[in-house]
């Protein structure tokens, strides 16, 4: 069914009073731990708590057996732990998203919906993307075989003029309805959003998962450094943000959480019915990200990295503050007073690249890069570090790490803990203090190469069955073909794919 109808759609008195009073310490204590109980849950729910302690990411890998079948939509792990046949179906997909990149370097939304949108292009669906580009400076329609892009001029404030781009969709949609339509974030507000019932929301960060930054930022802190206005103003009014996220998140009709721990905070949070949340992770460009030692090798010569190197560490992203770079700037320069040897390569741009010069020639910041120079440089290093303050979404950059045959150092938050290093085969997590990642640097240091070489092709096993852009198109695909007929909700269809047995291991609580 199309996307049709946008409206419509003495002794004894000692006894009793002993009695009583032991009755009273009876509700006291129940009342103490059931106060406890709530506490905890709810540090954990902010991530406060190592998942280990309330949920751990095991909670997820349980819930769907290696040889799992059922209504799809009553899955409460991530698609991707399943394999799925060629599509039954093609359909007429619509995407709303606010940036649509033309050259350069994308970011991370912006990246996942080119990626996404590709896959399903070349897998026969008919795509349209409503958008803008990124520079604001591309308005005729561009065809790529069955991916469409409409681009659209920005409005007064700069951004994307989601009314012109309704109006199109509704001139399309009414002469030939599109089977789905997909938002990336609020990129298609949810008044209008609430009108169609074939519409899925993907969501990369939620004003919940904020709270938790903001704490951490506050938290880094020096004893006499004041609290921003910035800050205030962002601590003083998140709570009124999440309450109207809860409010209109019910206006989209299906979600997608790009993390476990996101659909956990969607069901339990923000009240929504477990069959219209779906967890989706991530995935990246398999073809792109790939070891290859020979690329490493030279990327390495390139930039001068000596020979008798005891370790490299990499780190790549925007080099601002909320991605911790103070941290790792704090935290690298006191490694450096112990261990002459390592090194720490930074790909990306931003005011602390200036800062990580002051610690050459141990640490060399290497500039922004394209996808391909990116693989290079992940093929360079010993392991990624993303030291990251911000609990939102699930960060590409450790993903494709991870497909190149890398191990992980990265901040302890939920997003990271529950889908990615889900045990310490994967790598090494700290809390966001200076204290904390200088304790898991020592670790990595004290393990060498050769352990973090075996960490690092269990990370690349994970991400080739988890992370893929194959696979993440096809869960994509899977939850669309599901919306348009029930018929495809049932898993394992005839022409679905067998889990593989080497993929087990993930999913059984160890």
Known sequence: MGVVGLKDLGAGTRWKVGRGVGFLWHWVW???????????????????????????????????????????????TAWNRLCYGPPPDFMRIALFVKKWPMGGIPGGLERHAMTLHRVLANRGHE?????????????????????????????????????EAWEQFSKMNSSYPFDIVHSESVALPHWRARDIPSLAASWHGIAFEVIHSDIVQDLIRKP?????TELQQSMSGRLARVADEVRFFHNYHHHVATSDYVGDVLHTIYQLPLRNVHIILNGVDEAKFHPDPAKGAAFRTKYRV??????????????????GHPLLFEAFS????????????????????????????????????TPIELTEFYNAIDIFVNPTLRSQGLDHT????????KPLLATHFSSITWSVIINKNFGYTFSPNVESLITALESVIQDGKETLQTKGQVCLDYASFMF???????????????????????????????????????????
């Not at 349209?128 to 681009?151: C, P, R, W, Y």
């Not at 000596?306 to 991605?323: E, I, M, Y």
């Not at 006191?334 to 020639?361: F, M, N, Q, T």
């Open 398 to 405: 450790l993903l494709e790490a991870m497909q190149c045959g």
């Open 127 to 163: 795509i349209h993307v409503f958008t803008m580009s990124a520079d604001g400076q591309e308005f005729d329609d561009h065809i790529d075989k069955n991916l469409h892009i409409h681009f659209f001029k920005p409005n007064a404030g700069g951004t994307f003029d989601y009314s």
């Open 30 to 76: 129940l009342l103490s731990m059931a106060v406890a109980v709530l506490f905890f849950y709810s540090l954990s729910i902010l991530g406060l708590l190592p998942c280990s302690q309330m949920y751990s990411g095991q909670k997820f890998v349980n819930t769907a057996e290696p040889e799992w079948s059922g209504d799809l939509r009553e899955l409460q």
């Open 334 to 369: 006191k490694i450096l007073k112990k261990h002459k040897h390592v090194y720490l390569l930074i790909a990306g741009s931003g005011p602390w690249g200036d800062r990580y010069e002051e610690l050459a020639p141990n640490a060399k910041t290497v500039g922004p890069m």
């Open 468 to 510: 893929t852009a194959t696979k993440m198109g096809s869960s994509y695909e899977r939850l669309f073909l599901c919306m348009k007929n029930t018929t495809y909700c049932h898993y394992p269809l005839p022409t679905d794919c067998p889990v593989p047995e080497k993929s087990y291991q993930y999913f059984i609580s160890s």
């Open 224 to 228: 006499a450094e004041p609290r921003s």
């Open 306 to 323: 000596p020979t008798n190197a005891s370790l490299v560490l990499g780190a790549a992203g925007r080099l601002v503050r909320d991605k």
